[in-house]
């Protein structure tokens, strides 16, 4: 389920009035916020959906073995369900339930995959899974694949990130699997270049997050007077993205205001790239002691199959 306006809006004007403010990257994903992502994942620079793609194609049948067929597949975060219609395409699963945030580009990924597969059973709910996922009743009670691609666990903190896969685990139920991909640590260069790209669009990502924000808390940011900034930060292994304030501004929103000064940012994201050792080690401290790991030729990003 989506969390009712009234949570969002609280949940915004609390990161909006903290110092540094920050706004959830989940809210990224208006319509407009769901098409630009996919704009981004066809960039040269974004190199994460490439990779993952090809590890996805290119161990299609050992993933298939490992995997096995007849699974009702729940995938976190779909998208526009591109990797699932590849992974669907080998391990011929019963059952596939699509879960987004971003409900209006979901529902017209799944009826992209109906296409695609016309014999298979394909379901979708909206929900924020940082919240409590309640599955259809109807789901199919066959052993479970949770699917989580695009490295979006990178997204939590450690500590929530743990939290999230704990839940996962739950999720998939003593005889499941989650088959999750993960970005790793590589030159800073090659990092930034995919959070910055010279085409300005995930500059036009991070600053739709404010048209979106105008919308849920009646505010009048003008994403004119803010500017895009992401760079990695070693210490804490992740690439930040931040909106910075081009001038001296007062926001105002439904019930209060907030001041930023020149050169103020808001925090919007965070994408923490991982060690694989660390990732598998984070997996077994959620329970998912049994790991499987593919990888590219670089080691750029890793699709890790993880069980009970
Ligand atoms: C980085 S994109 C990855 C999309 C796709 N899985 C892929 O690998 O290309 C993150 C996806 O997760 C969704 N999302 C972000 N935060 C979410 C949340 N809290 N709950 C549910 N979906 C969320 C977004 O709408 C978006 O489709």
């Avoid at 699963?93 to 699509?98: I, K, M, N, R, Y």
């Avoid at 450690?158 to 499941?176: C, E, F, I, K």
């Amino acid at each position: 389920m989506i969390e009712s306006l009234t949570i969002q809006r609280r949940e915004l004007v609390q990161g909006l009035v903290q110092t540094p403010a920050r706004i959830s990257p989940k809210y990224f994903y208006d319509a407009k916020g769901s098409a630009l992502f996919e704009a981004i994942t066809g960039l040269q620079a974004y190199y994460p959906t490439r990779t993952e793609q090809s590890i996805l194609a290119a161990n299609a049948p050992e993933i298939a073995r490992a995997v096995g067929v007849n699974r009702t597949v729940i995938e976190l975060g779909a998208g526009n369900c591109q990797k699932a219609k590849v992974l669907c395409e080998s391990i011929h699963p019963a059952c596939f339930l699509a879960v987004d945030i971003s409900e209006e580009f979901l529902h017209e990924a799944v009826a992209t995959m109906r296409l695609s597969f016309p014999n298979m059973e394909i379901q979708a709910i909206a929900a924020d899974l940082t919240a409590d996922i309640v599955l259809p009743v109807n789901l199919p009670t066959g052993r479970r694949l949770v699917f989580y691609p695009g490295s979006s666990i990178g997204n939590f903190d450690p500590p929530h990130a743990l939290a999230l896969l704990s839940r996962m685990r739950d999720l998939l139920q003593d005889d499941g699997a989650l088959l999750i991909g993960v970005d790793l640590v590589k030159g800073e260069a090659v990092l930034n270049a995919a959070y910055d790209d010279d085409e300005g669009v995930t500059a036009a990502f991070n600053l739709n997050v404010l048209d979106h924000v105008n919308r849920l808390i009646e505010s009048d940011f003008d994403i004119r007077q803010w500017q895009h900034r992401a760079f990695f930060n070693a210490e804490q292994s992740r690439v930040e993205m931040h909106l910075e304030a081009t001038a001296d501004l007062l926001v105002r929103w439904h019930g209060g205001s907030r001041a930023f000064s020149q050169g103020e940012r808001i925090h919007t994201e965070n994408s923490y790239k991982y060690r694989l050792e660390d990732f598998v080690e984070l997996l077994g401290r959620a329970g998912l002691t049994h790991t499987q790991v593919w990888t590219d030729e670089q080691a750029w990003f890793a699709v890790v199959l993880a069980r009970p």
